[in-house]
């Protein structure tokens, strides 16, 4: 068997998460409404960040409520780049996205060094729940979190509950559309 | 009875909250710690906004547990402008208190009007449940929230359930010590 010098070196995919949450930590709300995500003005089409990510990471890991969240928006697959879906329940996916979506199943860690295998070298982490399981096994590199003035009241959190604290060193932050505050924050770990 | 232009006018205190947070959103660990507050070094003594909340406020309103906590920290009492402490258990205060700290007890928009009375214009209003209970009724114009850059994993939220949601502006975020993201926010009330 010969390992690829990425695995020899026991490289991991750099893991960036990349979400928009309200004031009160939600990334949905009581109803799984996200309407309020669209309530700042945006007339000139500015992409907050998102085209930055797109340049950083090459697939996207999402659990398969954000799939399937966005299949039944009924528009064109909107990702340049191809998705791995973590679900031990879909077993296949449709014709038109066969090229583009690919399904896994399994331990985090096996699932970050098959795709390293693969030779990416920046994955996007997008789903609460597949968020939050990432964090609970301390898989994540980098967040990018955009705070939009709302307080929802109840929902779904972002973040779960943790064993232990897991400290950040803040890297930048910027205001968009003069309301929403996106900070990025790079995982601290000893070295 | 005569009524003050302030009440006249049915001007209530700007109420601000001033507060900081984990990036989960906690105020205190699941242990009620607040170590973690301390632990970005802060050499030159950084007021991170408190001077300029201590221009735009003439009172503290607190809970008794924030009060209690103030009390049990042992050292000489914090503040130099009057604090308003809510309980209905507390009777009195200790005596090298009793010209700084008052104790009040009732519905809180009977606590801002007695306040407005006393003509008082800016209210800092602390402590979780406190903050929790003004925001259930809608009575914070201001928030002020510092995010530190450490996930808790669980503890005392900042922020509770919500009837309605509430809309803010944002007004300013500044970056302290290069790693706390401090935001303001004026609720965004419909005139």
């Known amino acids: ?37 669209e309530a700042i003005p945006n007339p000139n089409g500015d992409m907050m960040g998102y085209d930055v990510l797109m340049q950083d990471v090459d697939a996207i890991i999402m659990g398969r409520g954000t799939y399937e969240t966005v299949l039944a ?14 679900s031990s329940k879909l077993k296949t996916v449709p014709e038109h996205l066969s090229s ?52 929802l009241g109840g929902g779904s959190s972002l973040f779960g509950t943790l064993e232990n604290r897991l400290a950040w060193d803040h890297v930048t932050t910027s205001v968009y559309l003069d309301q929403l505050v996106q900070s990025h924050y790079r995982r601290k770990r000893e070295s």
């Open 1 to 37: 068997m010969i390992f690829s010098l990425y695995q020899m070196e026991g490289m991991k995919p750099h893991t960036i998460v990349y979400i928009a949450q309200s004031l009160d930590g939600y990334i949905a709300d009581s109803d799984g409404n996200i309407d309020w995500l």
């Open 100 to 151: 583009k979506v690919f399904l896994l199943n399994g331990k985090l860690d096996f699932i970050l060094s098959t795709l390293s295998k693969k030779g990416y070298q920046g994955l996007y982490i997008d789903g609460g729940k597949t968020i939050q399981s990432f964090l609970a096994e301390d898989l994540i590199d980098e967040l990018r979190i955009t705070t939009l003035p709302i307080l």
């Open 73 to 86: 928006f009924d528009i064109d697959w909107p990702y340049q780049i191809p998705v791995y879906v973590l």
